[in-house]
């Protein structure tokens, strides 16, 4: 069984900054991608931003430049460094990670809310 722990959410002014943080536990030999969702009120959940275990960045058009995903392969974490916030990046974040050792299996976390208020 694995776990993802997420923490890092909060409220913040709009043009603040905002650090997630999501440690994956348990049964892992390796992590092939680790990522960011998010789902504001009403809407579907999106992708923010993902991470492969090569280094292999992709980011949604909306917070190019203004976040950076990062992650310690050795502790299976993942970060996202969320700065120059608006009000439309408010939602819920939810961490995942793609597992590919010992079995295929994609995991999320419980989520964590970020409120950007203007």
């Known amino acids: 069984q694995v776990q993802l722990v997420e923490s890092g959410g909060g409220l913040v002014q709009a043009g603040g900054s905002l650090r997630l943080s999501c440690a994956a536990f348990?049964?892992?030999?390796?992590?092939?991608?680790m990522g960011w969702h998010r789902q504001a009120p009403g809407n579907q959940r999106e992708l923010v931003a993902t991470i492969t275990n090569s280094g292999s960045l992709n980011y949604t058009d909306s917070v190019k430049g203004r976040f950076t995903i990062s992650r310690d392969n050795a502790k299976n974490t993942v970060y996202l460094q969320m700065s120059s916030l608006k009000p439309e990046d408010t939602g819920v974040y939810y961490c995942?990670?793609?597992?590919?050792?010992?079995?295929?299996?994609?995991?999320w976390g419980q989520g964590t809310q970020v409120t950007v208020s203007t």
């Open positions: 995942n990670a793609l597992v590919s050792r010992p079995r295929i299996a994609v995991y």
């Open positions: 348990g049964t892992i030999l390796d992590i092939y991608a």
